[in-house]
Structures are given as structure tokens and as C-alpha cells.
């Protein structure tokens, strides 16, 4: 994800979620954090973020190619430059950035916290609804909630990326034959109550061709904050020394 930064705190720092993945590996989520200079990645069986500085040099580049090897994908976030000669971008996707703004939170008491052993079957539901990347580990990022019919996972929704005072909502998904009931709407507002309840502001990432989630979003309370891209780009297979 990667935009101009559109905002700053109160106390005149960059805005936390300008660069949400370098904000929440710095931060609440400095225990995943793998570092090489001032690169810094999840690991990557828990997310596939890769977190540069806003205006990376040939070391930058060098030391996130020696993080994640060659020929390896590697989406970025927050970064204002294109990358070097012989990095391939492979996907760049308008995105918007939504936040609270008067969202209506409430639980759900049908929804359920998912846990480890519940892993195979989240992958399995995201692998048939395609919300994004989730990964063996990715639950370890938050609270994960999903709803159950006849023992079967159909819909999930939970916490991603976490700058100080935010959190993400992510996941968001429902298997085609329980889609039309509500339950990714209860679900988000189940998500969203549980940050309120820790002091958070949630927040949400969506590509800007799908309107009918951004419509949904905005519909529950959630503001258009700024556009964004997502971008991912191919490591080459030699990387020249800085």
C-alpha cells in the first residue's frame, strides 16, 4: 500500500496509518518484526507485508532482497518512490483506506473466537472467497470471530495490521451459499467493538473497484480516509551491491 502521506498527528509526527505496516511492526506488533537495516518484514508464514522507509536508497532495496531472497514477491507499504531497475512490479491496485467515523459496533453472540485449531478451515474459506492473503499464522495478528452452520466455518472476519491506536479489520469474508444474511455486516461490528473495547479505532483497507464492500463500509459508519495502492513487486534474481 503506498500513497503520498495525506495527514499528521496532534503532536506533528507522520499520521500512524500512512504506513500501517511499518507503524505496527514498530509498535503493537514489534515482536513479529524482522529487521535488516531499516526494513522490516512479518515473518512469512504470519503476513506478507514488507514495511521500507517512505523514500527508500539502494541499501533499503539491497537489504529487502537479502530479507526475502531473490525472485521472491514482495508487497510494500507506504513507500513514495518506484523501486529500482530489474525489480519487477507484478500488481498495482488503486486502494482506499477507510476509518471509524460513528461505526454502529455491537457483538454478535452467534459469532465465535476461532482459534489455532481452527486454521485449516479458515484458509479453506478464504481460499474459496479470496478477501486476501491469510496465512498459518496470520490469527496470531488479533481476534479472529466466525460464524458456524451445521459445525461448518461460512464466515470469519478479524484484526490485521495494528499502528498504536488502531487496528485493522480484515479477513472479511462469507462462503457463497450463506452470503445475503448479514453475517460479514455482524461480523465487522462484532470486530470493531472488541477494538473500541481495548481504546482502538478500527480501520479497513478495500480495493477501489469494489464498491459494494466500500458501500457497505461507509453504510456501517466507517469514512473514507485516503486513497492508496497496493503494490507488489519481484525481488530480481541479482541484486547489485549498494
Known amino acids: 500500500m503506498s500513497n503520498a502521506p495525506s495527514g499528521w498527528d496532534a503532536a506533528g509526527e507522520p499520521h500512524p496509518l500512512d504506513a500501517p505496516a511499518r507503524s505496527s511492526l514498530n509498535g503493537p506488533h514489534a515482536h513479529f518484526a524482522e529487521r535488516r537495516g531499516n526494513v522490516l518484514r512479518y515473518p512469512a ?20 532482497a537479502t530479507l526475502v531472497g531473490p ?31 460513528g461505526v454502529r459496533a455491537a457483538p454478535y453472540e452467534e459469532a465465535v473466537r476461532l482459534e489455532r485449531k481452527d486454521v485449516p478451515e479458515m484458509i479453506e474459506l478464504v481460499e474459496r472467497t479470496k478477501p486476501g492473503p491469510f496465512l498459518p499464522r496470520t490469527i496470531e495478528m488479533g481476534t479472529y470471530l466466525g460464524v458456524r452452520r451445521n459445525g461448518a466455518l461460512v464466515a470469519m472476519a478479524g484484526e490485521r495490521l495494528h499502528p498504536p491506536g488502531w487496528t485493522e479489520i480484515s479477513a472479511v469474508c462469507t462462503d457463497e451459499a450463506f452470503r445475503g444474511q448479514g453475517l460479514a455486516t455482524r461480523l465487522v461490528l462484532a470486530v470493531a467493538h472488541g477494538i473500541r473495547g481495548r481504546g482502538e479505532t478500527p480501520f479497513m483497507h478495500a480495493a477501489a473497484s469494489n464498491t459494494n464492500a466500500i458501500r457497505l463500509y461507509e453504510s456501517l459508519g466507517f469514512r473514507l480516509r485516503r486513497t492508496t495502492t497496493f503494490l507488489a513487486v519481484r525481488v530480481p534474481d541479482h541484486v547489485p551491491v549498494a
Open 45 to 64: 508464514d504470519v503476513a506478507t507485508f514488507t514495511a521500507l522507509p517512505e523514500e527508500p536508497d539502494a541499501t533499503d532495496w539491497e537489504d529487502i
Open 71 to 101: 525472485g521472491e514477491v514482495v508487497p510494500l507499504n507506504g513507500v513514495r518512490t518506484p523501486p529500482p531497475d530489474g525489480w519487477e512490479v507484478v500488481m498495482r491496485l488503486a486502494g482506499v483506506q477507510l476509518v471509524d467515523d
